[in-house]
């Protein structure tokens, strides 16, 4: 289990070697970008304590899928994948731990690391059998599976609205309008297969243009709901949620263009903390999508026509 360890240390060290960076520069670039949109956070919204836990628990989720615990119980058996899968969770937790307590929050930490334990001591990656029909079906493959994946998130998002409404409480109902961004940008972090890129038979740009238009019309979709709500009941922030939607579709195009400005490999550090820093400083978008646009163009040459 301590070579385990080891060996991930050395991926991610390695990872870190290909990105172009020394580990211990990336180390610090990660500590400061991290720290850094922390107090941005904390600063901007009085929801930054949820937002955080939730946040936590999403990348923790990220090491529950069914195959890679299969693999640790082969590797491990059971007790051993059962104390692996804790300390990763208490790996991942840990920043935001901390951070939390700095804020004077002494309540959520003890949240976040119940939940994470339960996590860890449960398998919610494991497949139910029953195909969960979704409105995306036509466009493969990005909103497909990604809502069959997080489809229990949603009706949390709109509870969220419906009592953001009922408690005449705007940023609540806000919180849930980025809830939802952020769950449709998860869709576009792991590439595809080059067969699904190749099968499009059409030039880079043509298929960079289907997947935008294809990601800003589902996102739209998935939005609707709570958009709708937010202008009727909050008609005097108008202004202020259509500007949220659009944040949002720039974000969602943001990332699509980092992940196949990688391509065929998943999005590196680098890209990260650019998109890290277009968060804390949205003006950024109007330099950084341009060249991820260019990049993406040059990567997807080799797959498509």
Known sequence: MKDYFKLQFKITNRRLRDSGLKPVIGYVLLFAVFTGLSLFLFDKTEFAEYIYVLIALALSSQLSEKRRNDFLKICFGERGYRITRITEN???????????????????????????????????????????????????????????????????????????????????????FLFINLITLSYYVKPEGEYYVWSFAMS?????????????????????????????????????????????????????????SAYPFEMNLPQGILIALCIYLPPLLLAVVPFFYFQSVKHLKQYLV
């Open 90 to 176: 208490l790996v991942v937790s840990f920043p935001f731990v901390v951070f939390l307590i700095y804020q004077n929050h002494f309540i959520s930490p003890v949240v976040l690391l119940t939940l994470n334990l339960l996590l860890a001591l449960t398998n919610p990656g494991t497949r139910l059998d029953f195909t969960m029909p979704t409105p995306f079906y036509r466009k493969p493959f990005e909103f497909t599976v990604g809502f069959r994946n997080t489809f229990y998130l949603f009706p949390v998002s709109y509870l969220l609205t419906a009592i953001a409404v009922a408690t005449n409480n705007f940023n609540l109902g806000v919180f849930s």
């Open 204 to 260: 880079p740009q043509s298929f960079i243009k289907e997947k935008i238009k294809t990601a800003i019309v589902y996102s739209s979709i998935l939005c609707l709901p709570v958009f709708i709500a937010l202008s009727v009941y909050f008609f005097r922030e108008l202004e202020t949620i259509v500007w949220f939607y659009f944040i949002g579709l720039a974000f969602l195009i943001t990332v699509i263009l980092a992940k196949y």
